[in-house]
Each structure stands twice: as structure tokens, then as C-alpha cells.
């Protein structure tokens, strides 16, 4: 890891107290940048990682603040911005995983889920990105899925339907933001092992559908947070100056998909 690659910068990586935020912060922190650790509800997991990045020597914040409500986004960012100075990386990665498919859903946890996998991306984006076209320079990575491209994994169409509209964001926030020199790309993670996915499962059924995943990826394993980190810390770096509106799939190479169009 080059620890000097982000010196300087400041990153804003939103549902940071867990899973692949958590491995996110850390990652950015350890490559010199300055870390917000945002959490709606998490906070001792929140502080504990800002005191992780402390500890190691670099300058991290934790804060509070439920993306899904614009007004409070907004907040944050402000805060952030008070603590640590102005943001340079933003990663929108709060996200929620409700099963239930096109018969069988709950309309409530569909609500919430639109609300925070979509919503929370406009809101923390919109909040952030006057400053950084000021600025001239800025990097958002959205967190998309591969279920957006259409994975025959039941119980994911309307979490799919979500990741899907952070897609076409991450292109017209590309093109929108492009000519003031700020870059916007999204990476879509396969499954990874974090607490989001492991829900109210017992081991056994995530033993299961790790192998069962394992099956359906040529690289026969599912992914950890830190290999999802290691390629936003890409994006959020100037190596990838002359990428925006892509899409980087990380998924150890899953074949089961519903279709080829």
C-alpha cells in the first residue's frame, strides 16, 4: 500500500462503520487521506474505526447522519468539511439489502431501500459536489452491485432495481460534473462477506450460499471487503484521472447471469 498516494486529500466514505465501508475508510486512511466516518446508527463501530485511524497515525472523524434525509446530509457535509477540511473523495456506500422479488415484497423495506441506495447518493452528492467543482478537482465512487447487470440470485430484484438506478446516476453525475474536473465512476461488488449479507442468517445458510456462490465465480470464492476497497482506493486516487462514468466490476468472475443482453 503506498501510504502517500492520498496524502493530503480528504475522503467521506458514507456507511463506514461496517463491512466494505469500514475496510474502505481504513484503506483511504492508510494511503494518506483524511477520513469521515459516517454512520446512522452504528456509533460505537463508527468510533472505533476513527480511533483505528488515529491510532495509526492519520486524522479521521466520525459522524452521524442518516443519508436518506437530505437535510441531514447536508449537515454532515458541513461538518466534515469544518473538521477536516474540504472533501476531495467521496465514496457513497450506505446501503441496505431487503430481499424480495416481483410477487413477494415488502413495500415498506422497498421505501427505505430506495431511499437510502438511491436518495442518499443524490443527497450526500448534491451536497458535496458545489465545492469540488469550485475546486476543480473531486472523486465519487458509488457503490453499485453486480445484481444491477442482472445475477440469477433469488430474492435480489428489488435490491437490483436500486443498484440499477445507481448506475445511471453515476453516468449523468459523470456528465454534469466532467467539465468541472471532478470524475465519477461506480464499482460493483459481487458477494462479499459483510454483515449486511449475513442478515439474520445462521452459519450454516451463510456457509451455504458461500459455496454456492463460490460455484457460479471462476476464482471459486466470495469476496472480502478488502478486495472492494483496493479498487475503490484506485478510483479515488489520481491513477485514474481519465476514468469517469464506468463501471469496475469486482466479483472474482461470477458466470451466473440471467441473460446476455
Not at 45 to 62: N, W
Not at 95 to 121: A, C
Request: aromatic share 4%; charged share 20%.
Amino acid at each position: 500500500m503506498d501510504s502517500s498516494r492520498l496524502r493530503g486529500r480528504v475522503a467521506l466514505v458514507t456507511g463506514a462503520s461496517r463491512g466494505i465501508g469500514r475496510a474502505v475508510a481504513l484503506r483511504l486512511a492508510g494511503e494518506g487521506a483524511a477520513v469521515a466516518v459516517n454512520y446512522r446508527s452504528h456509533s460505537a463501530e463508527a468510533e472505533a474505526v476513527a480511533a483505528e485511524i488515529c491510532a495509526a497515525g492519520g486524522k479521521a472523524a466520525a459522524l452521524q447522519a442518516d443519508v436518506a434525509d437530505k437535510a441531514a446530509a447536508a449537515t454532515m457535509i458541513m461538518d466534515a468539511v469544518e473538521r477536516l477540511g474540504p472533501i476531495d473523495i467521496l465514496v457513497n456506500n450506505a446501503g441496505l439489502l431487503y430481499s424480495g422479488d416481483l410477487l413477494d415484497y415488502d413495500d415498506t423495506e422497498l421505501e427505505r431501500m430506495w431511499q437510502v441506495n438511491v436518495k442518499g447518493v443524490l443527497h450526500v452528492t448534491a451536497a458535496v459536489a458545489p465545492r469540488m467543482m469550485e475546486r476543480r478537482y473531486g472523486r465519487v465512487i458509488n457503490l453499485s452491485s453486480i445484481a444491477a447487470l442482472g445475477t440469477a440470485f433469488k430474492g435480489t430484484t428489488l435490491y437490483a432495481a436500486t443498484k440499477a438506478a445507481v448506475l445511471i446516476l453515476t453516468k449523468r453525475m459523470a456528465l454534469e460534473l466532467g467539465p468541472s474536473g471532478v470524475t465519477v465512476n461506480a464499482v460493483l461488488p459481487g458477494l462479499t462477506l459483510t454483515d449486511m449479507v449475513a442478515g439474520d442468517k445462521t452459519p450454516e445458510q451463510i456457509q451455504q450460499m458461500t459455496e454456492r456462490v463460490a460455484e457460479k465465480s471462476m476464482l471459486r470464492r466470495a469476496g472480502l471487503p478488502e478486495d472492494v476497497a483496493r479498487v475503490i482506493s484506485f478510483l479515488a486516487s489520481d491513477e485514474s484521472s481519465f476514468m469517469t462514468g464506468q463501471f469496475l466490476v469486482a466479483d472474482g468472475g461470477r458466470m451466473d447471469f440471467l441473460t446476455h443482453a
